[in-house]
């Protein structure tokens, strides 16, 4: 379906967007601002919300390869699938970027049984090791719990913790923003074990970093220090979690037996997935758009990040398929690792060093397919005005903010080139829930909500790459 402009068709598009809009956006006075014609804008909502070709790509991804966690061979097929789905959506220089990922593999599910208090003795309580971890002694582990909510409050406890289970069961703020609660909270998971054996404890427990009070754990990212033990590490839900501080806070005993068997294997190399839309005037200034094609390896990963990488693979196919060729280059580009390393965000950043000067924005979708706000960015002043501009279309839906922040992890390592970055901003309230889990699956994206990220991605994406003027660099 191609774009005629100037047409009636165009007029009543144009009416059609600012019925939806309500009244026409503010005339913007910044040089480089270029707002989407209402006939383009609108041409892009109404062909994918009318074709749904977002949702197709994620079922397609999610049963084919629906476990992707880096080096394992699921992520290997979704490294083939990408290929395909870029060729069959009619990008163009459709590549493979070589980069070697870290292999870490969960073993057997294993399992946390309540042994003191007595009454709840046999019971499983819902964990999952946290990526990264080692194993417990084939046997198994068996200890008493401490609870601690802060690495302060186990260094002041360090004599109880010697010999013990440390449980760090900080909830994540309920006050913030999810996003920030998280990076609130994260520590307990992803230093928790360094910071638990540095005080003398066998094992490291975490609560799940969720805002939900459920039975579904969490797995994420863990590291381990030279030169201090490595100790287990494993999520427990926050049911479970509540569960121990409740028996604890009564003056129970809590005693555990975990067993779980992960293993770390040889590095591996793998790749990020690269196609473009190769611009119809300066085919050498690059926007990059994408996700991470990798996951955990429990779940499919849809929210996380299966749909992102689709959102803007479609983005692309979609402008292709209206026959609007921007004037710069649109590159799609699947991340690989971004889950347990980031291999592929660096690898890209570094066999790309040489273009990073013409490359004019990266924008990056991974806060989940949930109904479209606007984007985030680290632009300077004179860019963030632009980026406004160019999302104004978006306000018929509700998602033209663009606000200061980060763009994404994978893109991050271009950041100091002076590379202008924008994360991909849907509803952050119910992200939390799904992340890393596995109840983090195809069902629980919405269609609407996907397609419509979709919108707000190539919206922006085509306007930065048509507008007159390139975006100002930061400096
Ligand atoms: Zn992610």
């Given at each position: ?133 080692v194993a417990t002694p084939s046997d198994g582990l068996e200890a008493d719990v401490v609870l601690v909510q ?66 579904v754990p969490h797995t994420g990212g863990m590291r381990y220090d030279d030169g201090v033990p490595r100790i ?62 990798d996951s955990w390896d429990v779940g499919q990963g849809a929210h996380d990040d299966a749909a992102g990488c ?166």
């Open positions: 379906m191609k774009i005629r402009r100037s047409t009636s068709a165009a007029v009543a598009a144009t009416a059609l967007l600012a019925s939806c809009a309500g009244a026409p956006p503010e005339p913007l006075s910044a040089p480089t601002a270029f707002v989407p014609p209402a006939d383009v804008a609108d041409a892009i909502r109404v062909h994918a919300l009318r074709t749904g070709g977002t949702w197709r790509l994620l079922e397609e991804l999610c049963t084919t390869a629906p476990t992707r966690l880096s080096g394992s061979p699921g992520a290997e097929r979704a490294v083939a699938w990408s290929v395909e789905a870029m060729r069959a959506a009619g990008l163009e220089n459709v590549r493979l970027e070589p980069c070697t990922v870290p292999y870490w593999e969960r073993g057997d599910v294993g399992e946390v049984v309540v042994v003191e208090p007595a009454e709840a003795r046999g019971e499983r309580l819902a964990m999952l090791a946290l990526g990264g971890s802060s690495f302060a409050e186990l260094s002041e406890r360090a004599d109880e913790v010697r010999g013990k289970l440390v449980l760090h069961g900080r909830p994540m703020d309920p006050t913030v923003s999810p996003f920030e609660a998280y990076g609130g909270a994260v520590a307990q998971r992803s230093r928790g074990a360094v910071e638990a054996a540095r005080a003398g404890a066998v094992g490291s427990l975490c609560r799940s970093l969720s805002l939900a009070t459920d039975d287990p590490s494993a999520a427990l839900s926050t049911l479970a979690t509540d569960r121990i501080a409740g028996w604890l806070a009564e003056g129970r005993r809590v005693r555990l037996a975990w067993r779980q068997n992960p293993r770390w294997r040889e590095p591996v190399p793998s790749f990020n997935v690269v196609g473009e839309l190769v611009g119809r005037e300066q085919p050498e200034e690059i926007i990059v758009l994408g996700g991470h094609l689709v959102q803007t693979l479609e983005a692309v196919r979609l402008l292709k398929e209206l026959e609007l060729r921007p004037r710069r280059t649109l590159r799609v580009v699947f991340f690989m690792n971004e889950e347990n390393g980031l291999a592929g965000g660096r690898a890209y950043r570094e066999q790309h060093a040489d273009e990073m000067g013409q490359h004019v924005l990266a924008i990056e979708s991974d806060r989940g397919a949930y109904t479209p706000r606007g984007f985030t960015t680290n632009a300077n002043a004179a860019a963030l005005s632009a980026l406004r501009a160019a999302v104004a279309p978006l306000a018929a839906f509700g998602a033209d903010r663009v606000l200061p922040g980060g763009g994404g992890a994978d893109i991050s390592p271009m950041g100091p080139d002076g590379v202008v970055l924008v994360g991909y901003l849907p509803d952050p309230q119910r992200y939390f829930d799904l992340h890393h889990t596995a109840a983090d699956t195809l069902d629980r994206v919405h269609p609407r909500e996907l397609e419509l990220g979709t919108v707000a991605i190539a919206t922006l994406a085509w306007a930065v790459a048509e507008a007159p003027s390139a975006l100002p660099r930061n400096p």
